[in-house]
């Protein structure tokens, strides 16, 4: 995945949330967190089974309770499947 040549970040999104590719996920939360939008970022290292590294951008960004938000919903998804 390129999103800096592609500049469809969307795009990147909807793979990685029809597919569940952790690698995919780790790209996308790459380039947020490059961006500077440090909540898309969060979601996606969640996705990307990156909790700890989601935990110190929530920590450092004030952003502790959509961190919490994305595991939950991680961990309700997990028991769906």
């Known amino acids: 995945m390129q999103l800096?040549?592609?500049?469809?970040?969307e795009d990147a999104?909807?793979?990685?949330?029809?597919?569940?590719?952790?690698?995919?996920?780790?790209?996308?939360?790459?380039?947020?967190?490059?961006?500077?939008?440090?909540?898309s970022a969060i979601q996606f290292l969640v996705l990307s089974r990156c909790p700890e590294a989601a935990f110190r951008l929530a920590q450092k960004h004030r952003k502790m309770e959509l961190y919490a938000e994305a595991l939950g919903k991680l961990t309700y998804f997990s028991k769906q499947i």
């Open 4 to 9: 800096d040549r592609l500049g469809r970040p």
């Open 13 to 39: 999104v909807r793979v990685v949330r029809e597919t569940g590719s952790v690698e995919a996920a780790k790209i996308v939360a790459h380039y947020f967190t490059r961006i500077g939008d440090h909540a």
